[in-house]
């Protein structure tokens, strides 16, 4: 899933993430522009999982 499909459905891709693991925030999936780095490792913080398995849970939502 390369940036702007992330960014085009950013809103469906977080709200499935919130259900599936409630412990993320807001904050934590907050995509900007130039700081999808930072998001992915907040959410490697949270979830335990590589930059690669996130990347591949996203692109399965």
């Not at 992330?6 to 499935?16: A, F, L």
């Not at 259900?19 to 925030?25: A, W």
């Not at 490697?44 to 690669?52: A, P, V, W």
């Amino acid at each position: 899933m390369n940036n702007l499909t992330i960014e085009g459905n950013w809103n469906q891709v977080k709200g499935k993430l919130k259900q599936k693991y409630s412990n993320l925030t807001d904050d934590d999936l907050t995509f900007q522009e130039g700081k999808e780095d930072e998001m992915y490792g907040r959410l490697q913080e949270k979830l335990g999982k590589t930059k690669d398995e996130i990347k591949e849970m996203i692109a399965s939502l």
